[in-house]
Every structure is written in structure tokens, then in C-alpha cells.
């Protein structure tokens, strides 16, 4: 596990929301120079490598009432998500969504600060 994986407050990950995987996995492959991956886990997920390292991925957009935007998110590691899931509200944030669990990965909310801006803690699981 590398350095911004444990290291408290370091940008960890990037995840694209999209409602063409494929045609995002295209763009930015060419464009970048990445490449992509499925992951092997609960859902469809496609990782994105640099240099073979994992560094973000490519998740769809789920449809309903309230569908998620397209765009991209970031991930900051915490040291303990729930503390900071209530410092963020302490602070004057939202928690969006409450700590939640990623099975093998970790621990993860998301968070809405008080001028609108979303972002999202991860504690990565020791492994």
C-alpha cells in the first residue's frame, strides 16, 4: 500500500462517474495514455492504471428518481472516517453519505462542505 493510501489528508483516488463507460474508457486511454481494467468485486467497476498502478476508476451512473452527475469525484484518506464524517458536520458540512463500508477495500463518506463542494474520506482497510 502505497504512501497516499495511508498518509491522512493525501488525494488517494479518482472515480468518474459516466453513463458511457466504454466511451469514457476510450477518451481517456487515448488521451492520457492510461489503461483500464475490470475489477474483480460486487458491481461493475473499471480500474485506471498509470504506469500499472492503480489510481482511480470508471463507475456508471445509476438511473432513478435522484441519478448520481456525471463528473469526477475525489478521494482523500483519512485516518478514521467516522470521526471525520463528524467533524464535518461539527464544522458546519453535511455528510451526504454516511461511513459505509466497501467490502476489501474500506471505509468511505460522503461529505458537503458549508459553501457546497463535495468531496469524499476514505480509510483505506491495512492489508
Same mark, same amino acid.
Given at each position: 500500500?502505497?504512501?497516499? &493510501?495511508?498518509?491522512?489528508?493525501?488525494? +488517494?483516488?479518482?472515480?468518474?462517474?459516466?453513463?458511457?463507460? *466504454?466511451?469514457?474508457?476510450?477518451?481517456?486511454?487515448?488521451?492520457?495514455?492510461?489503461?483500464?481494467?475490470?475489477?474483480?468485486? %460486487?458491481? +461493475?467497476?473499471?480500474?485506471?492504471?498509470? !504506469?500499472?498502478?492503480?489510481?482511480?476508476?470508471?463507475?456508471?451512473?445509476? +438511473?432513478? %428518481? +435522484?441519478?448520481? $452527475?456525471?463528473?469526477?469525484?475525489?478521494?482523500?484518506?483519512?485516518?478514521?472516517? !467516522?470521526?471525520?464524517?463528524?467533524?464535518?458536520?461539527? &464544522?458546519?458540512?453535511?455528510?451526504?453519505? $454516511?461511513?459505509?463500508?466497501? $467490502?476489501?477495500?474500506? *471505509?468511505?463518506?460522503?461529505?458537503?462542505? $458549508?459553501?457546497?463542494?463535495?468531496?469524499?474520506?476514505?480509510?483505506?482497510?491495512?492489508?
Amino acid at each position: 500500500m502505497t504512501d497516499q &493510501f495511508r498518509k491522512q489528508g493525501a488525494f +488517494s483516488w479518482f472515480e468518474l462517474t459516466t453513463t458511457d463507460v *466504454r466511451a469514457a474508457e476510450a477518451f481517456y486511454t487515448r488521451l492520457f495514455g492510461w489503461t483500464t481494467e475490470p475489477w474483480v468485486g %460486487e458491481g +461493475s467497476y473499471t480500474l485506471i492504471k498509470v !504506469d500499472g498502478k492503480e489510481v482511480g476508476g470508471i463507475v456508471s451512473a445509476p +438511473s432513478g %428518481e +435522484s441519478p448520481k $452527475p456525471c463528473g469526477w469525484g475525489l478521494y482523500v484518506t483519512v485516518t478514521d472516517v !467516522d470521526e471525520t464524517a463528524r467533524k464535518a458536520e461539527e &464544522f458546519g458540512g453535511k455528510v451526504l453519505v $454516511p461511513p459505509t463500508d466497501i $467490502p476489501r477495500v474500506g *471505509r468511505f463518506c460522503l461529505i458537503e462542505d $458549508p459553501l457546497g463542494a463535495v468531496i469524499t474520506a476514505i480509510t483505506y482497510r491495512r492489508g
